[in-house]
Structure formats: structure tokens, C-alpha cells
């Protein structure tokens, strides 16, 4: 299948993923129950205490809640609403935030990006050092520096990365170790996501190198007198495709994660405190917005990893 063929599979296959995520996460924060309103009239009510005139209170709490809908442009009919908000979805024009009243389309890319900040040499990190202890560890089954490399690495992954975070904290704020804004906000979610994704690597790096350190290429390679590093080479070559399988797919769930717990935890500005915060607060256009985001991300590396299968293995028909 040429490239621009896969590209444009994917990117009808995205529109269709858009289109019936946007709606459910549309449907989920208006045609359910809205907590923001309810803590608005219970506020209300609350403050006219049990010697209140009752009825007073359900009429300001009411009308407080039709001002509060008016102001977002969510007392219209579900259906009206629902037309005008999908297609500024689609066509970008994500409006204002509810909360803030900031520009909700660069609200979101500076979120991506500060995100991106510590993500990109976190994943960059683990795939080299993951991939190299797993092609190692393959390679070299019985050693003692495999093994001791293999349970290092499966026991960083097993470690909450959000429980390690708030150890680090609290050791902080106790002055057992120095508090360094650039080390909490950097460097730390940096190692963090570096943990929860090396073991994963190491697993499935070790696993498909595996299928090949014993294949026919290979002794035929080291029948020649290849040394170790050529010998990986060889093994690395035919075990990288089904490795781009897990860097697309479990990763990006685990990274959706991560970045969720690392950036409360460290109250970083990032994508992941964005959106949850715009979850409590029903800030529909940010979570929409958001939204918009993660399935661009997720048909992005679909596209990237099936142009690298062609790319690595011609043979491969990802019709």
C-alpha cells in the first residue's frame, strides 16, 4: 500500500473516531446531571439556612442555575447545541474557556507542549535504555547483569510513579532533600515517566529479540566470526517492527496516565492538569478541545507506525 494511501485510510478512520468520541464526551457533560449547577443551588439554599424562607431560596437557586446555563450558551435546546459545538470541534474554533475566559486553542497546544517537555526525553530515554537491556538480556540470558538489569527495571515499572512523586515531596518539604523548582518540575517527571515505561520496553524488547537470537541468520552470522554488536544488529533489525506495536498502542495509554497523576502530583501546567481540571469544573470547549487532542495523537501514530512498517518491511500489506 503506497503512503499516501495508508495516510488517508487513517485519517477517515480518525475522522469517524472523532467524530463518535466528541459525541460521547459531549453527551457525558451535558445530557447528565451537572454537578457545577447543583453546588451552585445547594450553595444557595445552604446559605438560607433551616429558617430561610424556603421557597425564596429554590427561586435564586433556580435562577441562579438558568444564569450560570445562559452564560455558557447550554440553555438551549441539547440538539442545537450539539451541531454548532461538533463542527467548531472538527474546524478548530474551540471558542473560550468557561472557567478562565482564555483562548482555548492555545491554552491546549501550550499544555501539549509544556507536557511535552518532560515526556519526549522520558520516552526517548526508555526506549534506549529499555531496548538495550532487553536485546542484552536476550543475548545474554544467564548473566548476571541481565538479570540484575531485567529486575531493576520490572521493579521501577511496578513502583506507582505517583507514590514515588509524593515521597520525593514530602522528603522535600520535610528539608531532607533540596526542593529545586527545575529539579520537581523537570527532571523528576522525567524519571518518573522513565520508570513506568522501561519495563515494558525491556519485556517486549527481550520477548521478540528472543524469536530471532536463535534463527538461522543468526548462527549463520556468528558462524562468520561477527561479534556481539554485529550479532545484535542482525537480531535488532528483525525484532524492531513488532516493537513499534507496543510504542504506539500500550504506551500512549500509559503515557495518558502518567502524565495525569505526575502533573497533579507536581502541579505542573501541563495537558494532563488542564483537562482534569476542566473536568471538575465542566469547562466544556477545554475538555472538548482536549479530547480533539488525544485522537489526533493516536491517529498520528497509527500513520507513523504503519509508514514504518513499510518503511522497515516492504513485504508488509497493511491493507
Known amino acids: 500500500m503506497k503512503a499516501l494511501k495508508i495516510v488517508t485510510k487513517r485519517l477517515v478512520t480518525g475522522l469517524i473516531t472523532a467524530w463518535s468520541v466528541l459525541t460521547v464526551v459531549f453527551l457525558a457533560f451535558t445530557a447528565t446531571n451537572n454537578w457545577v449547577a447543583d453546588r451552585i443551588a445547594g450553595g444557595i439554599i445552604f446559605a438560607a439556612g433551616p429558617g430561610g424562607n424556603v421557597e ?6 433556580n435562577r441562579a442555575v438558568q ?7 447550554l440553555d438551549r435546546p441539547l440538539e442545537d447545541i450539539y451541531i454548532d459545538w461538533m463542527g467548531n470541534m472538527l474546524t478548530l474554533n474551540w471558542g473560550n474557556s468557561f472557567e478562565t475566559g482564555d483562548a482555548v486553542f492555545p491554552l491546549i497546544t501550550g499544555a501539549v507542549a509544556r507536557t ?3 515526556v519526549v526525553p522520558a520516552v526517548v530515554l526508555a526506549i534506549a535504555i529499555g531496548t538495550t537491556i532487553g536485546m542484552y538480556a536476550a543475548l545474554y540470558p544467564e548473566s548476571r547483569v541481565s538479570n540484575l538489569s531485567r529486575a531493576g527495571a520490572y521493579l521501577f515499572f511496578a513502583l506507582p510513579s505517583f507514590w514515588v512523586g509524593g515521597l520525593l515531596l514530602g522528603a522535600a518539604e520535610q528539608g531532607v532533600i533540596g526542593h529545586s523548582p527545575f529539579v520537581f518540575e523537570y527532571i523528576v517527571p522525567v524519571l518518573l515517566v522513565t520508570m513506568t515505561l522501561l519495563g515494558g520496553y525491556v519485556s517486549y524488547s527481550r520477548a521478540y529479540a528472543l524469536e530471532h537470537v536463535s534463527a538461522d541468520f543468526v548462527t549463520l552470522v556468528r558462524a562468520k566470526g561477527a561479534g556481539p554488536v554485529v ?3 542482525h537480531v535488532a533489525r528483525n525484532a524492531v517492527i513488532p516493537l513499534f506495536s507496543m510504542l504506539f498502542t500500550e504506551v500512549i495509554g500509559l503515557l495518558v496516565l502518567s502524565i495525569f497523576l505526575i502533573e497533579i502530583v ?5 495537558f ?8 471538575n469544573v465542566r469547562d466544556l470547549p477545554v475538555l472538548l478541545g482536549g479530547t480533539v487532542v488525544l485522537i489526533f495523537v493516536g491517529v498520528f501514530g497509527n500513520v507513523i507506525q504503519d509508514l514504518s512498517y513499510q518503511y522497515l518491511d516492504p513485504r508488509i500489506d497493511n491493507e
Open 231 to 233: 550479532v545484535a544488529r
Open 67 to 73: 444564569e450560570y446555563l445562559a452564560a455558557r450558551d
Open 272 to 279: 494532563g492538569l488542564v483537562f482534569f481540571k476542566a473536568i
Open 116 to 118: 511535552a517537555l518532560y
Open 266 to 270: 507536581f502541579g505542573i501546567e501541563g
Open 56 to 61: 425564596e431560596a429554590n427561586e435564586q437557586a
